[in-house]
């Protein structure tokens, strides 16, 4: 059996546009913003056991985000927006859907 894949973004704009791409059911969890140790843990418990993926913006909260998860999900895997557009959330849906592509199933129209 598949293990859940669960992706943790910063806010629900970004969720709301990762939800367009992706072709297959997928837990998006939000940060809203920057996050503590504690909270960090307290959110992810429910998903310990499932596939993860961060993919928050090209900015100082994100990189502390991903800090954060280096330090206590070592296994996570780091998908990363182009600095160029720095956020998730202005990001072209072609650029997300190529980050996407190889981990998810993405919607087609989405791949140029």
């Known amino acids: 059996m598949d293990r859940q894949k669960v992706i943790v973004v910063e806010g629900k704009a970004d969720r709301f546009r990762l939800k367009r ?3 297959e059911p997928v837990q998006i969890i939000c940060t809203f913003g920057t996050i ?4 960090l ?9 499932s596939e993860l993926f961060v993919f928050v913006d090209a900015d100082d909260t994100g990189d502390k985000i991903r800090t954060l998860f280096k330090k206590n999900y070592p296994w996570a895997i780091h998908l990363y927006t182009d600095e160029f557009y720095k ?8 650029i997300l ?3 996407l592509d ?3 199933n993405i919607h087609r129209e989405f791949l140029l």
């Open 21 to 23: 791409i992706l072709a």
């Open 36 to 39: 503590s140790e504690y909270h």
């Open 41 to 49: 843990d307290e959110l992810m418990e429910p998903y310990e056991a």
């Open 87 to 94: 956020e998730v959330e202005t990001t072209p849906y072609d």
């Open 97 to 99: 859907a190529e980050q």
């Open 102 to 104: 190889g981990y998810f």
